[in-house]
């Protein structure tokens, strides 16, 4: 028999062919040698009316072929972009234009759209424009959303685009009769993905097929496909979109259509043309989505033991200048806050507000590391109060592995309730201890102290819903060659779909892992699709490629039991043979199986004769039995009931340099439930990816704006990311799996894991080091010595 592949470290695929410089980016697309390409003004103000548009001295200026600005365009092109998640309590979602109608409410957003022979006249041509603007008072940050005494939006009183509340039992009477009571004030700021690919936008009209071909780097071709269907007056069977190689996406790239995308084809079928839009570095920064910037106060109400009684948040999430996403972000924080735990009672209200800076949208964690960050840094001033070891208080507040599954009684981002499928969290919090050596470091922490060095230790826990719907789906086709082809729609970024889905299908179908190959975001292969985002490919386009697989397995048994003259439950498929249990000379090919059905009139080849009429076949029957159809395939769609949750718990040993305040990462464990793993060796790639950028977003990133709505580090001379040597060597991982039982491979999602916990579990441990409250995140050296300086120092 073929041995198993699910939860095998197998090899990724992918990586010869990046490793060698092969990999096909949207840049690297080749239209021929008549692509023109395009440049883009952008708003050098946060806040202003747009009195003039002068483009006259481009217009005769040589190699340019078209300018746009918002008087250019007509029909859907001229309304707004859409508001892809409505809410109902999204009551003044605003989103902006394709080009800038009348006003600018951030500095980078597009203003006019400028298409030429290359790239070099069109950023020529770009500066040629003249703009007269009316300069507005800019809103900046949320303490001026909040005082609502300018507006981003005349018509949007107080800045204020949603207010939402939940709340399950009575909080705040619970938090009033505990026997004790704690308030914080909390604040994370804003950063941004930075993938190493920024966007980018190739198209190409074919008049003569009334068709649009379509590259895009995205995290979801389908739904780019829709947007540019509408936007442009055509039908979705008239729009191909295909995603090439994406250098990266953690989020940003799921917004769409980002203005260049409707842009792109827009001027392609005016001018008969393909038209190339590639963003540099500087426009990312300025023009693409930023997230996590929240301000929060948390009222917490606890007995002696630590169990919480009645849990109340309000936050306050800056969203920026529109809201294209909706309210996802601020939606997951106020559910993913509750983490591993059951407060007796809860209330979470937020606000989202605007601002005059670059909207925010989801990256990786998506709202969960603020809430996340809430809720463990009031377990760690919880556990201070009442003199308790943290991993204590922790324990005495976990939803325990015999309540499952557990409802929070509040709605998740999908619409659908907030149900945790399966978990272990006690065994979890005992295997991080384990791995990061907590209950031996006291004496360590004496022993450094005596050496007159500052270490300290950290933990967080989290909860991160996984696999939301509404579907993805998968196609499996066996080739008369016995080789596998594998569609599915959702796009890949780096994460290994390429791997684990052939690794699903070799073990369902019974063929090898090196006869399968898997194509990704492609919408001419799978048009039904959603994207890829929220840690949900595994769970639902690897549920999808598993049933697909299976629907292929049962023809390819009813077909070959024929040819075999057997009974289809005593089969097996092994390394792509056929073949009846206990008797393997007779045996079949799955590639003479794949000839078999698809009954011809003509013989092109040896294997093809098979199938023609004369050779094969019942002649009382039709060739092609009733329910049936040609051809040796599979395609199947999975739809999940709810979100399935995965967990984990990450610790971190740091110390800090008493003069400079650098913080030096000793250890760093991580121990994670994905339910079962189909590789373990990707779901450890995640994990250290995502550990590497939380790292990142807790010590380095943030994006700085000044007064007037300027971005003072828009550029990597200026936004700090840490180098490798900022990295752990080595991340121990540990893992737990508690199936779900909402999918047929009992998996849950990984890819955001990662990068979760980091605010929290670093505020924790510097805390711990320092003796210092940490309440703002991320921290900085100089932010540590200006605390320092601030607070009274004990030790």
Known sequence: MSTKLMGQ????????????????????????????????????????????????AVLDLDGVHAVYTHDDLTGPMAEPLPLLIPHPALTHGRTQHALAKDEVNYVGEAIAFVVADDRYVA????????????????????????????????????????????????????????PHRLELDLTIERSACMPLEGRGTVARWEPDLDRLQLWTSTQTSTGVRAAVAVKLGLDLGQVDVITPDVGGGFGVKVVHPWPEELLVPYAARALGRPVKFTEDRREHFISSAHERGQVQHVE?????????????????HDNGAYTPYGLIVPIITSTQLLGPY?????????ES?????????????????????????????????????????RAANFIQPDEFPYDHGLVFQDGRELEYDSGDYPASLEKLKELVG?????????????????VGIGLACYVEGTGVGPYEGAHVHVETSGKVKVATGLTTQGQGHATVFAQLVADELGVRFEDVEVVTGDTRRMPYAVGTYASRAAVMSGSAVHLAARRAKEKALRIAADALEADPADLQIVDGVVSVKGAPDSAIDLGTVSVLSNPLRYAFDEASKAATQFSVGDNSLPPVPEDEEPGLEGKDFYSPPRATFASGMHAVIVETDPETAEVTILKYAVVHDCGHLINPMIVEGQIHGGVAQGIGGALYERMAYDESGQLLNASFMDFLMPYVTEIPDGIDIDHLETPSPLNPLGIKGAGEAGVIPSAAVFAAAIEDAEGLAIRAMPISPSDLHTLRLSQEHPR
């Open 342 to 350: 059951k407060p007796g009672a809860y209330r979470v209200v937020f």
């Open 300 to 316: 917490v109400g606890f007995d002696d033991d630590g169990r919480v009684l009645g849990l109340d948040v309000e936050f306050w």
């Open 9 to 56: 470290p197998v090899q990724r695929v992918e990586d010869q062919r990046f490793l060698r410089g092969l990999g096909r980016y949207v840049d690297d697309v080749d239209t021929g040698p008549g692509t023109l390409h395009a440049a883009v003004l952008r708003s050098p103000h946060a806040h202003a009316r747009i009195l003039d548009i002068d483009v006259e």
């Open 123 to 178: 950023e020529d041509a770009v500066a040629r424009i003249v703009v007269t603007y009316d300069v507005l008072p800019p809103v900046v940050g949320l303490e001026a959303a909040r005082a609502g005494e300018r507006l981003v939006h005349d018509d949007v009183p107080g800045n204020l685009a949603a207010r939402l509340e939940q709340e399950v039992g009575d909080a705040r009477a619970a938090i009033a009769a505990a």
């Open 353 to 393: 507000l605007y601002t005059n800076t670059v909207i925010v949208t989801p990256y990786r964690g998506a709202g969960r590391p603020q809430g996340c960050y809430a809720m463990e840094r009031t377990m760690d001033a919880v556990a201070a109060y009442l003199g308790k070891d943290r991993t204590e208080v």
């Open 438 to 454: 907590w209950d031996d470091f006291p004496a360590y922490q004496r022993e450094m102290a005596a050496q007159g060095r500052r």
